[in-house]
T-cell receptor
Framework: GENVEQHPSTLSVQEGDSAVIKCTYS??????FPWYKQELGKGPQLIID???NVGEKKDQRIAVTLNKTAKHFSLHITETQPEDSAVYFC???????????WGAGTKLIIKP | EPEVTQTPSHQVTQMGQEVILRCVPI?????FYWYRQILGQKVEFLVS????????KSEIFDDQFSVERPDGSNFTLKIRSTKLEDSAMYFC??????????FGSGTRLTVV
């Protein structure tokens, strides 16, 4: 079955710098790759997603890149702000209505 | 913005007792899911539900678990005889199969 690996487990960056979180997946049939942000005491919130027919997607300070050949995808956050501090999860599935297989999460800390 | 609502936010129960976790998905969504997250671990898929029946379930979702959509708005997860290892955050999610999942804020289940 699908397995998703996520790195790093903790990432500390200076406010204003960029943050990059990387994930790899194993099942070539996976074609939907969302990223979720989870703040303390809240449920995961979708921040961006990408489908396998696209290599890159951007939404303001957030971007996701996908390399289907290498089976990896990355989250890029530019000009980080204190409110970006949270746990970020990547996930993969065979479609938006199939189960999500999750990465282990990255705790992002933005230092003022 | 439409939300997925979960109640209660926190449930404490004695081992062996039955619990029902409740969810109100987004009204025009057709796919419903339960996931759980044991403290410090990955988010894990439990079950997906479509057209009034289970469409997919994981190994975790054994005979102790059941789901129901008793009316047009609620989606429930029942654990018949809780065990200590059932202690986790339980997340409900819904999807219209095009825009990805929307998650609720979760129910923290503590089995003592």
């Amino acid at each position: 079955g699908e397995n998703v690996e996520q790195h790093p487990s903790t990432l500390s960056v200076q406010e204003g710098d960029s943050a990059v979180i990387k994930c790899t997946y194993s099942d070539s049939a996976s074609n939907y790759f969302p990223w979720y942000k989870q703040e303390l005491g809240k449920g995961p919130q979708l921040i961006i997603d990408i489908r396998s027919n696209v290599g890159e997607k951007k939404d303001q300070r957030i971007a996701v890149t996908l390399n289907k050949t290498a089976k990896h995808f990355s989250l890029h956050i530019t000009e980080t702000q204190p409110e970006d501090s949270a746990v970020y999860f990547c996930a993969a599935s065979k479609g938006s209505n199939y189960q999500l297989i999750w990465g282990a999460g990255t705790k992002l800390i933005i230092k003022p | 913005e439409p939300e997925v609502t979960q109640t209660p936010s926190h449930q404490v129960t004695q081992m062996g007792q039955e619990v029902i976790l409740r969810c109100v998905p987004i009204s025009n969504h057709l796919y419903f899911y339960w996931y759980r997250q044991i403290l410090g671990q990955k988010v894990e898929f439990l079950v997906s539900f479509y057209n009034n029946e289970i469409s997919e379930k994981s190994e975790i979702f054994d005979d102790q678990f059941s789901v129901e959509r008793p009316d047009g708005s609620n989606f429930t997860l029942k654990i018949r005889s809780t065990k200590l290892e059932d202690s986790a955050m339980y997340f409900c999610a819904s999807s219209d199969a095009t825009d990805g999942y929307t998650f609720g804020s979760g129910t923290r289940l503590t089995v003592v």
